[in-house]
């Protein structure tokens, strides 16, 4: 069945230090996304990175990048120096269906990071 | 350009009562989405839209249902509304084949 694991409940990071945050995922479907969203504690969800099945390379955007494990099945966060902001609820999740063009979407239970000061 | 509105923001319901949560995007795109929010977990996905006139069932369907009459709006009914159902609950849309998910702010219902 398709899936998404975060198996960190909760993190923390000194400021300005790098943390990586854990997802794997399962799927049949060869065609698939992976995203991660950022939700503070307002609670909306923020679109902070994409990774496409197909990718060559791992994804990145500002001080986010994606370290994609295609054989491991794992997609994990890099929040590279750590703000005070990034405290936050952090939820990876996966896009699949693109061949059936359903494209549903399914999150794992989240990590909740808390940069220390 | 609005994005995706929800109304209401906060509900309380007694147990057994029904209502609508509203979803409204301006942006034209044919994928919508409802998702819950149970407290510290993930989102669930109830039901979806891949255009107008066509919906299909999520994770979570039972004791929701939805219509998709246009292209702006898909709402979500609660029939019987029983206190399992007190979450927060999101709409999203998606524009097409690559992309992410555009989020409403959300409501959030409280079954009592």
């Known amino acids: 069945a398709q899936k998404i694991t975060q198996t960190q409940p909760g993190m923390f990071v000194q400021e300005k230090e790098a943390v990586t945050l854990d997802c794997t995922y399962d799927?049949?479907?060869?065609?698939?996304?992976l995203f991660w969203y950022k939700q503070p504690s307002s609670g909306e969800m923020i679109f902070l990175i994409y990774?496409?099945?197909?990718?060559?390379q791992n994804a990145t955007e500002g001080r986010y990048s994606l370290n994609f494990q295609k054989a491991r099945k794992s997609a994990n966060l890099v929040i590279s120096a750590s703000q005070l902001g990034d405290s936050a609820m952090y939820f990876c999740?996966?896009?699949?269906?693109?061949?059936?063009?359903?494209?549903?979407?399914?999150f794992g239970t989240g990590t909740r990071l808390k940069v220390l000061a | 350009n609005a994005g995706v509105t929800q109304t209401p923001k906060f509900r309380i319901l007694k147990i057994g009562q029904s209502m609508t949560l509203q979803c409204t995007q301006d942006?034209?795109?044919?994928?919508m989405y409802w998702y819950r929010q149970d407290p510290g977990m993930g989102l669930k996905l109830i039901y979806y839209?891949?255009?107008?006139?066509?919906?299909d069932k999520g994770e979570v369907p039972n004791g929701y249902n939805v219509s998709r009459s246009t292209t702006e709006d898909f709402p979500l009914r609660l029939e019987l509304a029983a206190p399992s159902q007190t979450s927060v609950y999101f709409c999203?849309?998606?524009?097409?084949?690559?992309?992410?998910?555009?989020f409403g702010p959300g409501t959030r219902l409280t079954v009592l």
């Open positions: 999740a996966m896009r699949e269906g693109l061949s059936s063009g359903t494209y549903k979407y399914i």
């Open positions: 799927t049949s479907d060869p065609s698939y996304g």
């Open positions: 990774q496409g099945s197909y990718d060559q």
């Open positions: 942006m034209n795109h044919n994928y």
């Open positions: 839209s891949v255009g107008a006139g066509i919906t």
């Open positions: 999203a849309t998606l524009p097409g084949l690559v992309g992410e998910q555009f």
